[in-house]
């Protein structure tokens, strides 16, 4: 969204926003037991060394799914140049822990980080905020009209999240430069009539 002058993300950065359009493109297809791996992998990726949510927390009331769904409407709205909101979270009556946010000093990565809740849910969405806001000046939305997906972009002048989207264009294009317009047609029909009119 910005040029391409800023130094490419670090290698974390990449694999969690790798992980997080995973959960974006294969999310809704996934069961609760690969949702609930995708999401550990995610905050294990963003948070290394910090013990992973127990899987018991997402199997109770579909939380992992609605995490994905979640996931999926905020990007979408990003994409769209929306703002991308923490979605209100359910919370069960067992559970009635409110949202809070702030920021701590993680002296293992010599860095101010965000803290607050210790939701998984709340941990997630604060974790995809942080990766989001850190490699937004690399995020591109594709071109492609089928595709519209959200990359990181490897040259600033890329336009297409892949080099299949870029070739489904360029084939689209070339196949629309070889279909005959009706008045080329035409056109192309007299200039026949005419040469062999002047073969006689």
């Not at 990449?14 to 999310?27: A, H, K, P, T, V």
């Not at 941990?123 to 591109?140: C, K």
């Amino acid at each position: 969204m910005t040029s391409g002058k800023a130094p490419r993300p670090k290698t974390d950065a990449q694999m969690g926003f790798d992980l997080l359009m995973e959960l974006y493109d294969r999310g809704q297809t996934l069961d609760t037991k690969s949702q609930v791996e995708l999401v550990n992998k995610f905050l294990a990726v963003r948070e290394p060394g910090r013990q992973v949510p127990r899987w018991g927390f997402f199997l109770k009331a579909n939380r992992a799914e609605r995490i994905v769904n979640a996931l999926r409407e905020g990007l979408d709205d990003l994409r769209d140049r929306k703002p991308f909101i923490r979605p209100a979270l359910a919370i069960d009556i067992t559970n009635v822990e409110t949202f809070q946010d702030g920021i701590v000093w993680d002296q293992l990565h010599g860095r101010v980080a965000r803290t607050g809740s210790r939701d998984p849910r709340h941990l997630f969405f604060t974790r995809v905020f942080e990766l989001l806001t850190e490699v937004a000046p690399w995020l591109h939305v594709c071109q492609r009209e089928g595709c519209r997906r959200l990359f990181l972009f490897q040259r600033p002048k890329q336009i297409y999240c892949s080099d299949s989207c870029a070739q489904r264009v360029r084939m689209a294009r070339f196949l629309k430069q070889r279909e005959p317009t009706p008045s080329a047609y035409r056109q192309s029909r007299r200039d026949y009539a005419q040469r062999r009119a002047r073969k006689k």
